[in-house]
């Protein structure tokens, strides 16, 4: 499973490039604002830290603006995905895209129906939001028992577009998509810190350091 990080902060994203384990960046119109700069100079910046795909989302609604918009950002750099919503204008666009051979990422997504739909349209990806379905159905799997669907459905049509768990909250839903078996798996920075803690490895590091200073000190 791919891991990418789920931001358009350029720190976080120059931080993570160091780590050498992030394959990816996917950006949506809220990461973007929250950065108070243009999309387009945003991800020019972020092509050059992270060598892989970049999700970068149309602003547009209507299929024939999205497609225009979609070329300008393709241009731009060969590791941009164009990043779409799971609506009719966002289909019939992926369509059209797929057809250019331009990578696309379908995004927010909260059914196997939409992901299979925007698999026939030849998405790349698809981003099925866990954590926003898990807010709406006050559950902590459901998230996870919808990429288990998908990846059952697209497994049984041998579909080839790839699965990006999105909408990552904490290290336990990186870890739902982990044994769903989603493709990629798009996370916030924090979350990525917090994947790498647990307190039995600080506890036991303790224990190691603390025998050898023991050693040495005989
Ligand atoms: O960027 C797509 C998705 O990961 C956003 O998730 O629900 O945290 O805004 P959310």
Redesign the pocket.
């Given at each position: 499973m791919k891991l990418f990080i789920?931001t358009a902060n350029l720190a976080a994203i120059r931080e993570v490039s160091g780590w050498g384990i992030i394959e990816g960046v996917?950006?949506?119109p809220?990461?973007i604002a929250l950065e108070g700069r243009g999309l387009v100079e945003v991800i020019n910046e972020i092509t050059k830290w992270i060598h892989g795909p970049i999700s970068a989302e149309v602003k547009e609604d209507v299929a024939e603006a999205m497609v225009e918009e979609a070329f300008t950002y393709a241009r731009m750099h060969p590791d941009i995905v164009i990043k779409v919503p799971m609506t009719l204008e966002g289909i019939k666009t992926t369509k059209i895209l797929s057809k250019h051979h331009i990578k696309t990422n379908v995004?927010l997504v909260f059914s196997v129906a939409q992901a299979m739909m925007a698999a026939k349209a030849g998405a790349t990806y698809v981003?099925p939001?866990m954590?926003?379905l898990d807010d709406a159905t006050n559950t902590q799997d459901a998230g996870y028992r919808l990429l288990e669907d998908i990846r059952y459905a697209f497994d049984m049509y041998d579909i080839e577009t790839q699965i990006i768990a999105?909408?990552?909250?904490h290290p336990m839903h990186a870890e739902q998509a982990m044994l769903a078996g989603a493709d990629v798996a798009?996370i916030?920075y924090q979350v990525l810190c917090d994947m790498l803690e647990h307190p039995l490895t600080k506890k036991g590091l303790a224990i190691f350091r603390e025998a050898q200073e023991k050693n040495t000190s005989k």
């Open positions: 789920d996917t950006t949506n809220s990461l995004t981003s939001f954590g926003r999105a909408s990552i909250r798009t916030p």
